[in-house]
T-cell receptor, first 115, second 114 residues
Framework: NAGVTQTPKFQVLKTGQSMTLQCAQD?????MSWYRQDPGMGLRLIHY???????DQGEVPNGYNVSRSTTEDFPLRLLSAAPSQTSVYFC??????????????FGEGSRLTVL | QQPVQSPQAVILREGEDAVINCSSS?????VHWYRQKHGEAPVFLMI?????EQKGHEKISASFNEKKQQSSLYLTASQLSYSGTYFC???????????????FGQGTILTVHP
């Protein structure tokens, strides 16, 4: 049971480049989300999904796209990287329904630097 | 809108107690507490649902005042392993749970010295 797996762990981009952060979970969780963490700002929600084919925007969605074609995978796409997107990105998942404890399971994070 | 945590930082000696507060301007369905060690992912501590319940987890407990939309995390007889950044995450009351759509506070840095 790997939990939530994020790749890559580190990435350096040039302004204007695009890339995809991968997130996969093997716990059959319906809910998946992406957060970015910046110093002094806590964790801010970018996008989330409550199931395959369903996505919605969080607090800071601009510049990012997501899709959810399977229960397991929830990739985050940066369309045209900007220095303001330099951050640590966390993917998180949770179970939905009566058996849920409400716990969010986080991946180890992906540190992105945009030059 | 982000919940507000206080204090921003706490320095303790082993064995001392601490309280971290989390306050929201919105009606809440639940409050979550997480601890994050430097360079690691946040780890779930506990969740409190509206209803004003208090929960305990060994020497770490929390309360949720539904009327004031405030939660407090209590750390008693602190240990070195308690060091880290503590975040509260709040779930707005939209007639039920939103299953993890949390808004996090800015964090409280807790440092425990021997």
């Amino acid at each position: 049971n790997a939990g939530v797996t994020q790749t890559p762990k580190f990435q350096v981009l040039k302004t204007g480049q695009s890339m995809t952060l991968q997130c996969a979970q093997d716990m059959n969780h319906e809910y998946m989300s992406w957060y970015r963490q910046d110093p002094g700002m806590g964790l801010r929600l970018i996008h989330y999904s409550v199931g395959a084919g369903i996505t919605d925007q969080g607090e800071v969605p601009n510049g990012y796209n997501v899709s959810r074609s399977t229960t397991e995978d929830f990739p985050l796409r940066l369309l045209s990287a900007a220095p303001s997107q330099t951050s640590v990105y966390f993917c998180a998942s949770s179970l939905v329904g009566v058996y849920s404890t409400g716990e969010l399971f986080f991946g180890e994070g992906s540190r992105l630097t945009v030059l | 809108q982000q919940p507000v945590q206080s204090p921003q930082a706490v320095i303790l000696r082993e064995g001392e107690d601490a309280v971290i507060n989390c306050s929201s301007s919105k009606a809440l369905y639940s409050v979550h507490w997480y601890r994050q060690k430097h360079g690691e992912a946040p780890v779930f501590l506990m969740i409190l649902l509206k209803g004003g319940e208090q929960k305990g987890h060994e020497k770490i407990s929390a309360s949720f005042n539904e009327k004031k939309q405030q939660s407090s995390l209590y750390l008693t007889a602190s240990q070195l392993s308690y060091s880290g950044t503590y975040f509260c995450g709040t779930e707005v009351d939209a007639g039920g749970t939103s299953y993890g759509k949390l808004t996090f506070g800015q964090g409280t840095i807790l440092t425990v010295h021997p």
